[in-house]
């Protein structure tokens, strides 16, 4: 049993050290690396489908609403997405973000995404059972689609990692509309 669970720490700690190193894009086009805003603090480390999906609409919302208690823990949120550096503009813009304990980044090319092993296909993402019940929740909540803008059959997941990069909570999303449990990212801070 050591040995199974000391593979999956030896997976975890490859996967955060591929992510740390990916760069990405801050709003102003400037690149950085992940790992600059891990080392900080305590990292709820949310990737968003695309821009303009009901989904991402979904989970940046609930993501805000926890922002309070995620820096009372003394952790920060950083928010990643796959379109450009405009597309990101205007959704972040629309979002009032960023703000205070949350950092927002896009990733054109989606290196970030594959580092974390997020998954992509049109059958997984709207073909899966969950994704109609998904959509229904999230619509009923008031979100709506504004657009594609970044790649449409990209799923998302959230990473809780602590400096210098210890993962503490990982989820990968299955479907689109599958998204983290917000009370058990917050325990994992």
């Not at 504004?146 to 990982?170: E, N």
Request: one cysteine or more; glycine letters at 10%.
């Amino acid at each position: 049993m050591d040995a199974v669970l000391e593979k999956d720490r030896t997976d975890q700690d490859s996967l955060v050290a591929h992510l740390a190193a990916v760069q990405v894009l801050g709003l102003d086009g400037n690149p950085v690396r992940i790992r600059e805003f891990w080392r900080r603090a305590t990292t709820v480390t949310s990737f968003v489908r695309h821009f303009g999906c009901l989904f991402c609409h979904q989970m940046v919302h609930d993501l805000v609403v926890s922002v309070p208690t995620i820096i009372a823990s003394g952790a920060q949120v950083l928010i990643v997405g796959n379109g450009s550096v405009e597309q990101a503009k205007r959704f972040f813009t629309s979002k009032k973000l960023p703000r205070d304990g949350v950092a927002v980044v896009t990733d054109p090319d989606r290196e970030s995404y594959r580092s974390a092993g997020f998954e992509r296909g049109y059958a997984r993402t709207f073909l899966h059972p969950g994704s109609s019940k998904a959509y229904g929740s999230a619509k009923t909540q008031g979100h709506k689609i504004t657009g594609l803008f970044g790649d449409l059959t990209q799923l998302g997941g959230l990473l809780v990692v602590r400096p210098p990069a210890a993962l503490a909570y990982f989820h990968k999303s299955r479907f689109a509309g599958d998204h983290p449990n917000m009370s058990e990212v917050v325990g994992a801070l």
